[in-house]
């Protein structure tokens, strides 16, 4: 229990500084609206943005990440001669795979729903933390009344 509260600890302090480091970088970067220039992280962007619109990269990674959950789920209850612990710390992992997914569709979902009607980015962004800020509150009711995990 102490080496879990250590670690949320430490990721929470890594997110702090992260975050940190972000909007330093962010703030030391910031130019006028049309200054003309194109810069790398312009030109990083648009590929990336090309490349993420491409339907056959969202073909594979729907099939690359549909796979991998299939086989570790698979490699945690199957007889496959790994030790008990490894097994449950797999199982675990995929549950929070398919958890985090699931929210991630919840999240978008009410992003572009809420984009699609008209409304900003920070509407969307608003949105789409409420709705899995009420995926989350589900889910800690859910463990307090059943127990759901572990």
Known sequence: MVSLTL???????LLVVATFVAVAQIGGQRTAPGAGSTSRYDAVVATLGDVARTPAVWAVAFVAVTVG?????????GNFGLPEGLSGSLLTA???????????????GAY????GRGLGNAH????GSFAAGL?????????LLVGIIG
Do not use: E, H
């Open 112 to 115: 572009f729903g809420t984009r």
């Open 135 to 143: 995926v989350f509150l589900v889910l800690i009711a859910a463990q």
């Open 94 to 108: 995929v549950y929070a795979a398919v958890g985090l997914l699931l929210t991630g569709f919840v999240f978008l």
């Open 69 to 77: 959950i299939g086989a570790v789920a698979v490699l945690a209850v």
């Open 7 to 13: 670690l949320s600890t430490a990721l929470m302090g």
């Open 124 to 127: 969307g962004v608003a949105a």
